[in-house]
């Protein structure tokens, strides 16, 4: 068990530039005990650079906390510090821009987690689903800038998975999101079971979906071909690809990089 912190000790700590940081490879100290290091940090997104004493990291370890409606309060700042930013380093432009597109796309999973859902819309695409989402996305971005994974999160998001696939046990999104869940946990016989039952991973509608999973597994050219398919049958998709983590380990690649056009960062 890790050092338990008073959340006012923590924003104290992330206050002190440097106080916190165990190193490139590791990256913030939350404090929490349902946080667990891990041996270096798995993917490398847009949130390089970014300050351990940063309206951004207090962000993250207010996720950590399951904190959401304090973690929105910090991504909104986070982004007018970005911006801030911006104007005073202009050589830093193209990294700072990745920064500020990170902290948008924190910030619109915390608007989605701050509030408890109303349980009167019963229907999983309402509540349970894109809740479970957002959550993912959020331990995927707490082990990207801190190499520490939250083992509270986890839970939640295998339960809330597993509950979405009692009552529709056809979802092929779910099913996907699951599969490339276990691979992130280095848990990979257990993703390809669950991969093995999706329906229909060929069509077009979950070629994102279909990417990620074979992002989290490891299977770089698939990923990129359900990657190229995916933008091609919904453009938009190519703002959330940019943002989120599930691609961290595709960015360096010169066909990510060529088909999403990634804010690249200094000296690049």
């Known amino acids: 068990m890790g050092l338990r912190l008073n959340p006012l000790c923590l924003l104290v700590l992330l206050a002190l530039p440097g106080a916190v940081a165990e190193g490139r490879g590791h990256g913030l100290r939350t404090g929490s005990a349902h946080v667990v290091v891990v041996s270096s940090t798995p993917s490398q997104g847009l949130e390089e650079g970014i300050a351990r004493s940063s309206w951004y990291a207090k962000g993250i370890a207010f996720d950590a906390e399951g904190r959401f409606e304090e973690s929105y309060q910090a991504y909104v700042k986070a982004r007018q510090q970005f911006n801030r930013q911006l104007k005073r380093r202009p050589r830093w432009a193209r990294m700072i821009r990745g920064w500020i597109l990170k902290a948008e796309f924190q ?68 099913r996907l999101a699951l599969a490339a869940f276990y691979h992130e946990l280095g848990r990979h016989e257990e993703g390809r079971r669950e991969f093995a039952k999706v329906r229909r991973p060929g069509v077009t509608y979950v070629a994102k979906d279909v990417a990620y999973y074979h992002t989290a597994a490891g299977n770089v050219e698939q990923a990129l071909q359900f990657l190229e398919k995916a933008v091609r049958y919904r453009s938009s998709d190519r703002n959330y690809i940019m943002r989120a983590n599930d691609f961290d380990r595709l960015r360096g690649h010169p066909r990510f990089r060529k088909l999403v056009g990634e804010p690249l960062g200094v000296g690049h």
Do not use: M
């Open 107 to 174: 910030l619109d999973q915390s608007r989605r987690l701050r509030y408890r859902p109303h349980y009167r819309y019963r229907s999983y695409r309402n509540v349970n689903f894109h809740h479970t989402v957002a959550k993912h996305n959020k331990w995927l971005a707490i082990r990207a800038f801190t190499g520490q994974s939250s083992s509270k999160l986890r839970d939640q998001i295998l339960d809330e998975y597993t509950r979405v696939l009692r009552q529709r046990r056809s979802d092929d999104r779910a």
